[in-house]
Nanobody, 116 residues
Framework: QVQLVESGGGLVQAGGSRKLSCVAS????????MGWYRQAPGKQRELVAT???????NYLDSVKGRFTISRDNSKNTMYLQMNSLKPEDTAVYYC??????????WGQGTQVTVSS
């Protein structure tokens, strides 16, 4: 059974920082492409950042220079360090995994609220 469990969400003031974690089980984490998505109220889910099994990273333009995605294969864990947070970053953040066999999995999401 595949599980992706996010944590680290919460309320933060604008300009502050927050670090999200996603712990994976039931997949071979080291060969999985991983990503963070977010969905704000009334908006479509959008891709925030991705990291390949080899460590290559890509970011949504609006978070470049502020967010950093990383992974620790020894802990089956992916992270999203979010700095200089803005109210428009408020959303539910989801962890996603693609193990490379055509399947895709999602976590349950963690709420991040940035107050102005």
């Amino acid at each position: 059974q595949v599980q992706l469990v996010e944590s680290g969400g919460g309320l933060v003031q604008a300009g502050g920082s927050r670090k999200l974690s996603c712990v994976a089980s039931g997949i071979i984490f080291s060969v999985s492409a991983m990503g963070w998505y977010r969905q704000a109220p009334g908006k479509q889910r959008e891709l925030v950042a991705t990291i390949t099994k080899g460590g290559s990273r890509n970011y949504l333009d609006s978070v470049k220079g502020r967010f950093t995605i990383s992974r620790d294969n020894s802990k089956n864990t992916m992270y999203l360090q979010m700095n200089s947070l803005k109210p428009e970053d408020t959303a539910v953040y989801y962890c996603a995994a693609e193990p490379g066999d055509g399947s895709a999995y999602w976590g349950q999401g963690t709420q991040v609220t940035v107050s102005s």
